[in-house]
């Protein structure tokens, strides 16, 4: 796929997936957070319908004026919580392959720039911590090859993370039974809402030529 300036179109690519990684991160923090005192006062809904809106934009739920409150998520605070910001962006990363399957005007994205892009979100700090992922990005990339469907994407593997990881969130809790339930939706309209975001990236990208 040809741009005019190939490097800030990977720039932006990589951006996008990094920002939805930030955006995801955010968007649980503030379920667990409501389902403590709030859940009769805010709806689930508005968080997933503000997160979702625009998965780029980081602060769209602080701009709700629902302020994170760390007491009341005191639970997630621990280096091994923070460590599932990096594996959400690589759980992303990993897909990248699957970009190849986008037509545009332009074309579509060889192994090489898909590659590219790739290694840019992992230089910004995105990483298998303890291999927690299954998914690999060359086995992605050679089922996107063949033509073979890609499994797809659930929040199993950080539900797996929590109960390997971080105990507190583990435990048998109304608060934590309502976290990782929305996470099963979340994550996967997160991710279908990145996949969309993608795609008109790229259009637009390749609108430019």
């Known amino acids: 796929m040809e741009f005019i300036s190939e490097r800030t179109a990977f720039t932006m690519l990589s951006d996008t997936v990094v920002k939805a990684g930030v955006s995801l991160f955010n968007a649980v923090k503030y379920i667990y957070m409501i389902a403590d005192k709030d859940f009769y006062n805010i709806n689930v809904k508005d968080i997933f319908k503000i997160a979702l809106k625009n998965i780029t934009d980081t602060s769209s739920l602080y701009n709700t004026g629902i302020k994170l409150d760390k007491e009341r998520c005191k639970e997630m605070n621990s280096p091994e919580y923070e460590r599932s910001l990096s594996l959400m962006v690589y759980s992303f990363a990993v897909r990248l392959p699957e970009l190849r399957n986008v037509k545009t005007k332009g074309g579509s994205l060889n192994d090489k720039q898909i590659k590219a892009v790739y290694d840019m979100v992992i230089a910004k700090g995105a990483g298998n911590y303890e291999n927690v992922i ?68 790229l259009e637009s990208l390749a609108a430019q030529e």
Do not use: Q
């Open 134 to 201: 299954a998914d690999d990005f060359e086995e992605v990339r050679r089922m996107v090859r063949s033509g073979k469907p890609v499994p797809a994407y659930d929040a199993e593997w950080f539900k797996g993370y929590i109960y390997g990881y971080v105990p507190a969130l583990s435990t048998v809790t109304n608060k934590n039974l309502f976290l990782l339930g929305s996470c099963d939706i979340l994550f996967t309209l997160f991710y279908s809402a990145l996949e969309e975001e993608l795609e008109r990236l």
